[in-house]
């Protein structure tokens, strides 16, 4: 019994990350060229995250800026991560124009804890209900005036707010307008909980060409 339990939650893992972005249809193109993917997991923490798919973001292509992101994760080992906003905190990084390097050192603004959602769109609906977000870029005509980021679950099998082994939840950061990444920009993530870094996450942008970009996922342990 077990392990078809296990087995199912592995199948179920794999849809609800394929649904993640539920407008993924609308013209991704898995050619997109992806530069200078990192993600490193447990550095100075004992416990740590980890990444288990494709960082997925949505874009404005004339504007040539990406306005949110998501990345699946879930813990490294037999423990689990404290996604409340005060045993948790993620830093933003971005160098715009070759030179021009904007830094925060908190972008987060929770978790969406209680419940499950099947796609980024769902989630960020009930994010800025929750008022986790101000804007959802997604739907709305205004633009964010600061960058956040925010949890929410795609597999909680307890609804608290930590999340555990073959639990999955995504990341997602909303851009300001100032922020947004563009096309060969740098941006570097990092997640801290109270022992240090416990995911860190770099990226060159690919080429914008298409409503949702492909940001890939490669994950390097450290040991």
Known sequence: MVFWHHAALATFALITISL????????????EAVKDVL??????????????GKMTGTTQV???KVTTTATPLTVTANSAVNLNPE???????????????????????????????????????????????KVNPLTDAEKPDMTTAFFYWVINQDSD???????????????????????????????????????????TVPNISSSILDLGGKVKTKT
């Open 161 to 203: 707010e930590y999340i555990r082994n073959n639990e999955i939840a995504n990341l997602v950061l909303v851009y300001s307008d100032k922020d947004r990444p563009a096309t060969g920009e740098y941006m570097k993530i990092q997640v801290f909980d109270r022992e240090g870094v416990i995911l860190e996450l770099e990226r």
């Open 20 to 31: 993640t972005w539920s407008i993924m249809s609308a013209g991704f193109s898995s050619s």
């Open 39 to 52: 993600e490193k997991s447990v550095t100075k923490s004992s416990v740590a995250i980890k990444v288990i």
């Open 62 to 64: 004339v504007e040539n």
């Open 87 to 133: 045993s948790l905190h993620v830093t933003y990084k971005i160098i715009k124009d070759s030179s021009h390097i904007i830094t925060y050192d908190n972008i987060y603004s929770g978790a969406l804890i209680g419940e499950s959602y099947n796609s980024a769109n769902e989630a960020m609906k009930a994010a800025k209900e929750k008022g986790i977000i």
